[in-house]
T-cell receptor
Framework: DAGVTQSPTHLIKTRGQQVTLRCSPKSGHDTVSWYQQALGQGPQFIFQYYEEEERQRGNFPDRFSGHQFPNYSSELNVNALLLGDSALYLC??????????????FGEGSRLTVL | QKEVEQNSGPLSVPEGAIASLNCTYSDRGSQSFFWYRQYSGKSPELIMFIYSNGDKEDGRFTAQLNKASQYVSLLIRDSQPSDSATYLC???????????FGQGTELSVKP
């Protein structure tokens, strides 16, 4: 049973560039959430996708956008990168319905460095 | 006021002792509470969840919830060096059900 997979694991970009991060949820899961985790901080909620639509959004600017595909996989796009966007980006999958909603399964993350 | 607050630590305990990790939250209507463990350089993994007031035990771990005080805690009995990690408290909010994390408490268990 494959868990949550993310790609790429590490990447380096320069200010102003754009980046796309990818995530495949755990088998059977239909909801994908994205988090940004700066060094020494807890994960910050970016947004959540369900049924190919953004269902919830945190306090992140419009430079952060996403997409969910019919197979439940998801992408996170960040435009006009800033130095402050350097962080670990975590994808988490879960079930939208059932007794265990809210239990997140995390991928290993994509470490983004902006120079 | 932050939505979820934890003691930032680091918290250092000797091997075999009880480690106590605390968390408060601001959304009084929150119903679901989670503790995640994150080893350095790794992603968070779920340890326990609790929905009802009182205690919930799972092996060496006990989660405690007091909704009136908006307080949730995690006790780790017989702490082991392998328990050394950052512990993240997470609360499922009433506003859309997103999971909000605290800043984490770093725990160090000394042999």
């Amino acid at each position: 049973d494959a868990g949550v997979t993310q790609s790429p694991t590490h990447l380096i970009k320069t200010r102003g560039q754009q980046v796309t991060l990818r995530c495949s949820p755990k088998s059977g899961h239909d909801t994908v959430s994205w988090y940004q985790q700066a060094l020494g901080q807890g994960p910050q909620f970016i947004f959540q996708y369900y049924e190919e639509e953004e269902r919830q959004r945190g306090n992140f600017p419009d430079r952060f956008s996403g997409h969910q595909f019919p197979n439940y996989s998801s992408e996170l796009n960040v435009n006009a990168l800033l130095l402050g966007d350097s962080a670990l980006y975590l994808c988490a999958s879960s079930l939208a319905e059932g007794p265990n909603t809210g239990e997140l399964f995390f991928g290993e993350g994509s470490r983004l460095t902006v120079l | 006021q932050k939505e979820v607050e934890q003691n930032s630590g680091p918290l250092s305990v000797p091997e075999g002792a009880i480690a106590s990790l605390n968390c408060t939250y601001s959304d009084r209507g929150s119903q679901s509470f989670f503790w995640y463990r994150q080893y350095s350089g790794k992603s968070p993994e779920l340890i326990m969840f609790i929905y009802s007031n009182g205690d919930k035990e799972d092996g060496r771990f006990t989660a405690q919830l007091n909704k009136a005080s908006q307080y949730v805690s995690l006790l780790i009995r017989d702490s082991q060096p392998s328990d050394s990690a950052t512990y993240l408290c997470a609360v499922k909010t009433t506003r859309g059900g997103k999971l909000i994390f605290g800043q984490g408490t770093e725990l160090s268990v000394k042999p």
